[in-house]
């Protein structure tokens, strides 16, 4: 398969610059909201989801002025035993997320007082207000899709030409999980984990539907977490 420069651009674009994009959006993130700006999340929001799709919009230009078909990049719905595999495996991911749901559900104040204070710089990221907790959703699947189309789809394909699909897909989980740097240790170590599991996901099913579906629900709990941890929070000021 030839790689052309915007290839090798695009791939630096995804392994260096994008995590260094998510940490400076971080601490500029964390500036603002301690100086009292009420807009600080909504911005961060807003240009966050602007970034990914600008992303996704290179990346499918690149990839039709290459003539390169859509099921490389995972654009494609596979039948057979891959969609049993893949319809699977959401269903399961969608029953852990429902079950880890109802425990948070059932913690009282003091419980949910002390996850929200666990939550550390994250909770920075996460809505405190209903318009806020509405752009969220927005954002989450926004990251479902793009993530796992630059991710999942460029990023793995272009590692597989050099190394082959399983090395990429440790390879590409590595890198997602630096991408989410900003988030702290633990955010990486999470990160690392969903991009791998994803990955593999990706590569035994060869479509991108069913790691879009988990990732966005991934991050619509990650929101409803925090929307419900918000009130915790505030009363433990």
Known sequence: MMLSSLDHLMAVGLVVAFPLYGSWSQRVLVRATAEGRPDARMRDYLLTMLTLWSLVLLTLLLWGSANRPGSLLGLVFSGGTGALVGAGA???????????????????????????????????????????????????????????????????????????VWPAVIL???????????????????????????????????????????????????????????????EAV
């Not at 899709?145 to 991710?151: A, G, K, Q, S």
């Not at 590569?203 to 918000?230: F, V």
Request: proline share 1%; glycine share 10%; aromatic share 10%.
């Open 90 to 164: 959401t269903v399961l991911a969608l029953l852990l997320l429902l079950s880890q749901w109802h425990v948070i559900n059932r913690l009282d104040d003091a419980g949910r007082a002390q996850l929200a204070a666990q939550m550390g710089s994250v909770s920075t990221l996460l809505p405190q207000t209903s318009r806020e907790y509405r752009t969220f959703q927005a954002l989450s699947v926004t990251a479902g899709i793009c993530e796992e189309v630059l991710y999942r789809g460029f990023l793995l394909w272009y590692a597989a030409v050099f190394f082959g």
């Open 172 to 234: 590409t989980g590595l890198v997602f999980g630096l991408a989410h740097l900003y988030q702290g240790a633990a955010g990486v170590v999470k990160s690392t984990a969903v991009g791998l599991l994803l990955g593999a996901l990706y590569a035994t099913t060869e479509s991108l539907l069913w790691p879009i579906l988990i990732h966005i629900a991934i991050d619509l709990q990650g929101g409803a977490i925090g929307w419900a941890l918000s009130g915790a929070r505030r």
